[in-house]
């Protein structure tokens, strides 16, 4: 008789069937995940692990278990930067230009420290943040360390997850073999490899709000926010009220913001010429939704922080930061 692979034991306790499975514990899943990083798992079992979690939906404490193991996998380098706000970019943009990418830098440019990490290229036809970031004449680190230097230098690095963990983007590129996206896609974005206080999520399915808030408050995140962005991305739509979802030291609230727009003004970008991110932040173009969509994920993050006590006096803040931006940076 074959000896059972030590891995088997965490594919039957989620996959028994409807009366006998059961969500994994934390400590499971962190046995399990070290495991699947320190590449002790077969394909098979992967792939039947992988399904299994997404078909149910994955529960917060699993996703704690799992970004707990894949910290533990990581190469920091010795001097760890101090990062204000972590920010996941994970979807890539189809119908907008990645305006979140202008809030970002308006934020580092205003004393705010971001850590930007993403996973690229695992949906044909979108745009993602490394290829509009280098439209931008903005360096992509190509490590932990890069990163960090970033960091220090501009208040800003991005580092995409393939360069943070091999193992996580090898899973995420198995959507095309697998027809599922994976956990990776819910929990990698929460690894917060530099340990900042403030963390944005977002999702697409308005359903993983909880999921990101409870795993994030399982793992001791200070202060995290969770809203539907445009395209699955951190940034507002400004032509609908959104519902933020907050987490303060334990503590959850919520707040819906009202829309900055007409919904009757808002068209899909049918060419998605990245030079317009140039030309908008110059001014040379004047264009409302772009501006309400950065100013208004500005807004979000300033709230996040406390640097203002309401949404109102937070996009009174933006739009002050955007008026005196400097055009000369692009």
Partial sequence: MTEEHPFAQYVRIIGKGPNLSRPMTEDEMHAAATMIMNDQVEPLQLGAFLCILRMRTEEPVEGAGFVRAARESLHLPDDIPEVDLDW?????KKRQLPWYLLAAQLLSTNGVSIFMQGAEGHTPGRVYSSQ?????????????????????????AYLTLGDISPKLQEIIDLKPLLGLRSPVNTFGRMINPFSAPYEFQTVFHPNYRDVHRDTANLLDQPHMAVFKGEGGEAERRPQKPVQVQYLHDGEYSEIEWPAMLGEESVKVDEE???????????????????????????????????????????????????????????
Avoid: C
């Avoid at 991110?277 to 001014?283: D, E, N, S």
């Fill in 132 to 156: 509009s970031l280098k439209s931008l004449g903005i360096a992509i680190a190509s490590s932990l360390e890069e990163a960090a230097d970033h960091i220090r230098e501009n208040n800003f």
């Fill in 88 to 92: 996941s970019s994970y979807s890539g």
């Fill in 272 to 330: 998605m010429n990245l030079e317009r991110l140039k030309t908008v932040w110059r001014g040379e173009e004047d264009d409302s939704y772009a501006i309400a969509a950065v100013t208004g994920t500005v807004a979000l993050a300033l709230h996040l922080m406390g640097r203002a006590a309401t949404p109102q006096e937070a996009l009174a803040q933006a739009a002050t930061m955007w008026d005196s931006r400097d055009k000369d940076r692009f």
